[in-house]
């Protein structure tokens, strides 16, 4: 729903952070982003889970997140079409 109605920003990565999850004795990851509203405020994003780093293949190191201007707690990190044609094989 977010992709439809929410604002779409391009993000920052600031970060390729561990989880509290382990999967095969490791822990998974997660990407952390920041964009800077209109207003002045960071706003700090956090992607889903994710089974590898995708940041070699992210344009810039940026990623596309919509979020509810009204509440910037509901947010979608879309790294899949962050970076764009990848075939994993």
């Known amino acids: 729903m977010l992709k439809q109605s929410g604002e779409k920003v391009m993000a920052e990565v600031i970060d390729y952070a561990p989880s509290q999850v382990r999967i095969n004795n490791q822990p998974a990851r997660y ?15 956090k992607s889903g889970l994710l089974r590898w780093n995708p940041i070699s293949f992210l ?5 596309i997140v919509y979020y509810d201007s009204r509440n ?8 899949d079409e962050s970076m764009g044609k990848v075939v994993n094989l």
């Open 31 to 45: 990407l952390v982003c920041t964009y800077q509203n209109m207003t002045g405020e960071n706003l700090i994003f």
């Open 59 to 63: 344009s810039d190191k940026k990623v």
């Open 72 to 79: 910037s707690n509901r947010y979608f990190v879309d790294v």
